[in-house]
Structures are given as structure tokens and as C-alpha cells.
């Protein structure tokens, strides 16, 4: 029976049910439950109280987060980049305004004010239909022989109270399933001070590939270049890179061998600045390289200005557990903002950028570039 056939019931019985005597309201109420197949106590409680209408007994505290509320979360996090909603939650106040600035947010006062109080956990449970899935590449890196006894090296530890300018960097394939021939590469490099992150794509993983990706880097950082730190790959550890920072007066290290940890910061960038908007895809020409260099030209600047990230203060280990203390999430460029060996000049620049920048605009044409990209032949 139909809830359309069971209310008509209802409609016809209930009257007559409140008005019958003991006797008769047994007999009605036989007929209701031999009609409907409701229980006998459901049955009584309808035709005494009438049917509610559908929605309407829902039980527990009311929604706080209405679907308003979330498509407006959901616009914000695919304006950030789809970042964790620990970095999210406390850049929250700032992107929105900036998103209600460029005109690609209008919220209702209440709306807004519900959407920038959003804890970590709240975020979560609203997007817990969205994410990634997590691909799996292969390594591609060649260990060095030439210059390891003249490059020292720096392990994790040696990272602390390390002020700006200080690069790990790395090498990305885009090989996709074989490491055979010639394919593009991401140089990617993260500041260990402020972790202002600056991907390269580079057309081969030749030594004066690697040492003018690393010249463009320095050319768009927001501080002086003070030192870089690599791992043992020979596209790094080579007479054109070493030649290049003993001119320039850059310090370079290496961390130890098949110790990832040593670089951390760049290893953990590789993943959510490369991987998660690139993917596995193998490239090779000259049109793939430009598209993505069209693409990190807006990309560094989404993950700079618009993205979050969270510093490790302190590990502490508890049994088998390690228990880590994080800092309070900011974009790379307020951490520059807050650095006090940054000159001011570069912050007035970095300043005068961040005024003029829309990142559901950049996230458009970095959309259409992936797109572009995606449509080349394999």
C-alpha cells in the first residue's frame, strides 16, 4: 500500500476510531493494521494523533550547516585547492573576504558567518564525499658519484631556527610506466623557513637543465637565496651546480642516502603541489613543457598566497606512538610577511602581488591548461 493509499485510510478512520467505544476502536484498529501491515502500537498512535507530514520529526538538535553553507565551503576549498581542513579552518576569514573582494563569493551575513567559524572536524564531515585517491609512480632518480666528498651533508636536525632562503629541492618524473628516454621533470623547491614552494617544469633532467631552473627559481623568490639542499642524484651533484652556488655564494648540501626524512619538506610537496594536479602522465615535448610552465606560472602563486601549510614544532614519543605538535596554519606568504631577515622591500613586492590576485581565476586557467595538457597526444 502506498502512503498516498495509507493516509486516505487514516483519513477515513480516524474520526470514527475517536468517537467508537473500547469494543469497537479493537475492531477498527484490526482492520487498520490487517489493511496497512502498521504495527499495532504505530496504528494506534496514527489514528489517535493523526499522520505528520514527512520531514517533519526529525530528531536531535536542529542543522546548523545548511546546504547553503556547504556549496559556499565547497567553492572556498576548490578556490584553495582542495587543501586538508586543518590548513583550511583557520584561513577561512581571509579567503573569504578576498573571494567576496574579486566578486566570485556573495554570502548572506548569516551564511558567512556560519562558513568562517568552521571548525577542523565540521570541514571534514561536509567533505567527506570529496577527495583524492592517492597513485603510485616510480622512482627515477640516478645516485651521484662526483662532488659527494665535497658537498657536505645536512640531516633533518639540522633544519631547526634556520632562517629564509634555505631550498630543498627535487626532481619529479613525468615518465609515466617506464623511465626509458628522455621525459619532462618538475624541479620542485620548498623554503624550510617559511615553506614558500616554487615548481619548474624542466625538459630533461640534463646538468644545465637543472642549473637554470634553479636560476629561474631564485629569480621569483620573495628573499635572497641563501642556500640549497639536494639529495644524491647526479642532476644535482654535478660541477655545473656546484660551479654555479661557490660563484654566487650559495651554500649547497645533500641530506644522506636513501634517507627521505632528510628532506622532508620538498618530499611532502612533491605529492600535494605536483602529483594531485599533474599526475603520472608520461610527457616528453616542448608543448607539454610550456603548458606546464603556463600552469605553475598560476599554480605557485595559489600555493603561495592561497594555501595554508602547517609547521612542525615538536615530536614527542609516547610508547609506540609519536605524538606531533603543529603550529597554527598560515599561507607561505604571510610567514614571509613575518619573517624579520626578509627586507621590506621584497615584502612591499610580494604585498603589491597579493592585491592584485583572484584564485578562483587562476584556478580557471589552470584548469583549461590541465585540460590543454591532457589532450596531447601519449
Not at 157 to 186: I, K, N, Q, R
Request: include cysteine.
Amino acid at each position: 500500500m502506498t502512503q498516498a493509499s495509507v493516509a486516505e485510510v487514516v483519513g477515513a478512520l480516524r474520526a470514527r476510531y475517536l468517537r467508537a467505544r473500547r469494543g469497537d476502536k479493537t475492531m477498527i484498529l484490526d482492520e487498520f493494521v490487517a489493511l496497512t501491515g502498521y504495527h499495532r502500537q504505530a496504528a494506534i498512535r496514527v489514528l489517535r494523533n493523526g499522520r505528520k507530514p514527512k520531514g517533519r520529526d526529525r530528531r536531535g538538535r536542529p542543522r546548523v550547516y545548511t546546504p547553503d553553507v556547504k556549496a559556499a565551503l565547497l567553492q572556498v576549498w576548490e578556490a584553495c585547492g582542495r587543501i586538508c581542513s586543518k590548513r583550511l579552518a583557520p584561513f577561512l576569514p581571509e579567503i573569504v573576504a578576498v573571494l567576496q573582494r574579486e566578486g566570485e563569493l556573495a554570502l548572506a551575513p548569516e551564511t558567512r558567518r556560519l562558513l568562517v567559524q568552521m571548525s577542523p572536524a565540521t570541514i571534514d564531515r561536509l567533505l567527506s564525499t570529496h577527495r583524492y585517491r592517492r597513485e603510485r609512480g616510480r622512482p627515477a632518480a640516478k645516485p651521484g658519484t662526483l662532488l659527494k666528498a665535497k658537498v657536505p651533508v645536512r640531516t633533518f636536525a639540522d633544519w631547526e631556527d634556520v632562517g629564509s632562503g634555505f631550498l630543498e629541492v627535487d626532481l619529479v618524473a613525468h615518465c609515466g610506466e617506464t623511465t626509458a628516454g628522455e621525459y619532462l621533470h618538475t624541479l620542485n623547491a620548498v623554503d624550510v623557513a617559511t615553506l614558500w614552494c616554487e615548481p619548474v617544469a624542466v625538459l630533461n633532467r640534463s646538468q644545465e637543465a637543472v642549473r637554470k631552473a634553479i636560476q629561474r627559481i631564485r629569480g621569483r623568490l620573495p628573499f635572497p637565496l641563501r642556500g640549497i639542499d639536494s639529495d644524491n642524484d647526479s642532476a644535482f651533484l654535478n660541477a655545473h651546480l656546484y660551479t654555479y652556488c661557490q660563484k654566487e655564494g650559495i651554500q649547497f648540501t645533500r641530506s644522506r642516502p636513501y634517507k627521505k626524512n632528510d628532506q622532508a619538506y620538498v618530499e611532502g610537496k612533491n605529492w600535494c603541489v605536483v602529483r594531485q594536479l599533474v599526475g603520472y602522465r608520461r610527457y616528453e615535448s616542448r608543448e607539454a613543457q610550456d603548458l606546464l610552465e603556463a600552469i605553475y606560472a598560476d599554480w605557485r602563486l595559489v600555493v603561495n598566497y592561497f594555501q595554508p601549510v602547517r609547521k612542525l614544532i615538536s615530536k614527542e614519543r609516547v610508547g609506540s606512538k609519536v605524538r606531533k605538535k603543529y603550529d597554527l596554519a598560515h599561507t607561505p606568504y604571510r610567514r614571509v610577511l613575518a619573517a624579520s631577515d626578509i627586507p621590506e622591500e621584497k615584502k612591499i613586492e610580494a604585498g603589491e602581488i597579493y592585491t592584485t590576485l583572484n584564485p578562483v581565476a587562476l584556478q580557471r586557467r589552470i584548469e583549461e591548461n590541465l585540460r590543454a595538457l591532457a589532450r596531447l597526444p601519449r
